[in-house]
């Protein structure tokens, strides 16, 4: 019979580590493992029941147990690492990718994930035409802000009746659950991530008659062929959701980082003007104002401007006779 050992009160009574919020938040920011052991982990590799499948995913179809299909892994990981570094190529030129989930599953990874890369999210109901009708989609997207602020203001809340103030509540909750996500996108995105393609399809349809590029996980009753960058894996169970999100923010957020080492290295080789020297200086400039000086009433009358007489001892003269001219003979002499 083996001995066992009880904790000692001290120890019993000992609090549970709380982790700091320094150390959240580093744990936030960690890239997260992706692997075939990860998305073991996580179910990635969980099809649907055999008889619910596309024929069009069997090359991704590992195989079938208990009347499911099991999906290929060693498939599965360099496509979705595909997916991944293109979603790079797109942050680090300045492009922004939407996240959509609609499902229950997906909406709060979806929308969590997309805040923490700083990128735009539907999680909630897809309009029909939010991308082939933008210019009408951005006009609901004005409105809704203005709704937010007016119930933002106590002062501008003051000047409407609880009548108007209760219309103007319910329509922004109305408009919250399709634009709440992408109410500081000020044009199309360049690349969409979707989860289910199959209950997102028409967001998938838009994105296709814009040419914007899909990154997609794709299940075994899914069809995939509107996908761009096919991801073969399970999109109901949330472990897996919260992977496919996690990958794609983390993503993001290096394209990001990459973008603005890019900026800061065209800032640091364009070359300095005058003016920006003068602010690094400290906003001082000294400027040398250079001018002809002025001219004297004795200076001489022959430049621009100037009569063509001086003054001298005897009166005024001409200048002509300055230049040795001979003068005129004089009157005694005609006489003679």
Not at 84 to 90: N, P, T
Request: hydrophobic fraction near 35%.
């Amino acid at each position: 019979m083996t001995e066992t050992t009880t904790p000692s009160s001290a120890e019993a009574d000992a609090p549970a580590a709380v982790p700091t919020e320094e150390a959240s938040v580093a744990a936030a920011f960690e890239p997260t493992e992706l692997s075939i052991r990860s998305m073991l982990e996580a179910g990635v590799h969980f099809g649907h029941q055999t008889d619910r499948w596309n024929p069009l995913m069997r090359p991704f179809i590992f195989g079938a147990r208990n009347g499911t299909h099991i999906l290929d892994l060693d498939q599965t990981l360099p496509l979705f690492r595909s997916g991944l570094d293109y979603i790079r190529e797109v942050t680090a030129e300045g492009g922004h990718v939407l996240f959509v989930g609609t499902k229950r599953q997906a909406s709060q990874y979806i929308e969590d994930q997309a805040k923490r890369a700083g990128q735009y999210y539907v999680n909630k109901r897809w309009l029909g035409g939010m991308m082939t009708n933008w210019k009408t989609v951005k006009k609901s997207i004005e409105t809704y802000k203005g709704q937010l602020e007016i119930l933002a203001d106590e002062e501008r809340k003051a000047e409407f009746s609880k009548k108007e103030l209760a219309r103007i509540t319910r329509l922004s909750e109305k408009y919250a659950k399709s634009l709440e996500g992408i109410k500081d996108m000020s044009r199309l995105p360049s690349a969409i991530f979707v989860i289910d393609v199959v209950n997102e399809g028409i967001a998938i349809s838009e994105a296709k008659r814009l040419g914007i590029p899909v990154i997609g996980v794709v299940d075994t009753n899914c069809d995939p062929r509107n996908i761009d960058f096919v991801v073969p894996g399970n999109d109901d169970a949330s472990r897996a959701i919260d992977l496919y999100c996690k990958c794609i923010a983390d993503a993001c957020i290096e394209g990001a980082s990459a973008h603005q080492d890019k900026i800061l290295e065209r800032e640091r080789d364009r070359p300095v003007s005058a003016e920006e020297k003068v602010a690094k200086v400290g906003g001082r400039r000294v400027v040398e104002i250079t001018q002809p000086p002025r001219r004297g009433r004795g200076s001489s009358g022959g430049g621009p401007g100037g009569s063509g007489r001086t003054q001298s001892a005897g009166g005024w003269s001409d200048d002509k006779d300055k230049k040795g001219e001979a003068p005129g003979p004089s009157t005694d002499e005609t006489k003679g």
